[in-house]
């Protein structure tokens, strides 16, 4: 393990699966500030982490006092029930003493995942999470903010859009600190959001009209095919507008104010500071 996979501290080791995706950076970065032993979890990490390759595990869970489980692309996907029952058992015949595990809201796989942690004889935490404010600036969607246009599927049911520095606090606590145990934390929003209010609030933010335009379902899948992007994020997309976004989720939660004793951010807020950076920056 070299220098830089690691951060030492007094206490044990934590493992953050997706260490270099969206939630599993801004983790890596609150436990540095926390001056808590870090051990990346990814494919270009050494010891490297994969999630199709058992034999990469062991390694990484060698002295790990606590993990947090980023399952990628997302808990929905085919053979992800599998793969997290396998790795709880190895992290608990290693002596992983606690689990968090990034899960999603409204999604009948990731529950069944979520029972498996639960079941898996070490304490464990549940971040039940809603749809990051950052799709629109880090993920599939912030080339359509940056061209004024967001293309995406006719879907009016609103949806409490959650910060990513949020979900990642709510981690960081769940992974270091007492009083964490045996809970589950559905994080959203401090509001429900339509698309058309998110466009609303990114017109706002940058000063420039920023359009939702809705498609038909199919269309969408077929744009994202013929843009493309690798199966499983169409497979992903695909699932989660035609299936979460039917309204079952059309609620907030109190999961940030219960870990963190505050409330959660605003889009608006976030809008205000992404529009700041050069991440929605206007193209031709």
Known sequence: MTPENTEHHQGG???VLGATGKTGRRIVANLKDKGIRVRRGSRSSVPSFDWNNESTWDDCL???EAAYINYAPDLAMPGATDAIR???EKARQQGVKRLVLLSGRGEEEAQACERI???GGTEWTIVRSSWFNQNFSEGAFVE???AGRIVLPDVDTPEPFVDLDDVAEVATV???EPGHAGEIYEVTGPRLLTLVDIATEMSKATGRTIAYTPVPHEAFVEGVV???APKDVVWMLDYLFATVLDGRNASTCDGVQRALGRPPK????????TAATDAWRAVA
């Open 174 to 176: 769940a992974l270091t």
């Open 86 to 88: 396998s790795f709880v």
């Open 117 to 119: 942690v639960q079941e």
């Open 144 to 146: 359509m903010v940056q």
């Open 226 to 228: 013929q843009s493309g």
């Open 62 to 64: 060698d002295g790990v």
């Open 13 to 15: 080791t934590v493992l």
């Open 266 to 273: 605003d889009f608006a807020e976030y809008a205000r500071e």
